[in-house]
């Protein structure tokens, strides 16, 4: 049944792209939510509510701040740094891109240092990008290049279908 749940919300994620898949991804959302709701384990909720922030785009930015706050908090009571991750690198990539400041700084600071708990070079390549990102945009390039080295490096430790996503060349 675990399997099951996480292939779902796998799958939804995969599928969001397609509009055509529209009415098969909410059918997919109508099984799996209430699994996630009621799991025993409170982060498979915590994903789940990963997966509904971001699979439309049409989603009103208060139900996605809801649902990655959310998410965030389930996942910082569970202990589990890998959806507190994720959580927190999206709502840096959906809220604080092109914004100059502490906030966005913080933001993609927390990010960074979540990413490097995790130890997984996807989110540790994800999360300085952000970073640099928003040190580039505040006008701090110095910070920013020190920060697109280090993406870099994460970045060329993932699978080569996942590299050209990032536009990383060997």
């Not at 697109?148 to 993932?158: L, M, R």
């Not at 699978?159 to 536009?167: M, N």
């Amino acid at each position: 049944q675990d399997l099951r749940i996480l292939a779902t919300l796998n799958m939804i994620l995969i599928l969001r792209p397609r509009r055509e898949s529209r009415e098969y991804i909410d059918h997919l959302m109508d099984l799996v939510e209430p699994l996630c709701e009621n799991h025993p384990n409170a982060s498979y909720k915590s994903a789940l509510y990963i997966v509904r922030a971001s699979s439309t785009s049409a989603l009103p930015i208060l139900k996605m701040k809801h649902y990655l706050s959310s998410s965030a908090n389930i996942a910082k009571k569970q202990g589990n740094a890998l959806l507190l991750c994720v959580a927190i690198n999206l709502m840096t990539s959906n809220f604080f891109v092109s914004i100059m400041g502490e906030k966005a700084e913080l933001s993609a600071g927390s990010g960074k240092r979540l990413a490097d708990r995790t130890q997984v070079p996807l989110w540790q390549g994800v999360a300085n990008q952000l970073l640099a990102n928003t040190f580039n945009f505040g006008g701090k390039r110095a910070e920013s290049n020190e920060a697109s080295v280090e993406a870099q490096k994460w970045t060329q430790k993932v699978p080569e279908r996942v590299q050209e996503q990032f536009g990383v060349m060997r």
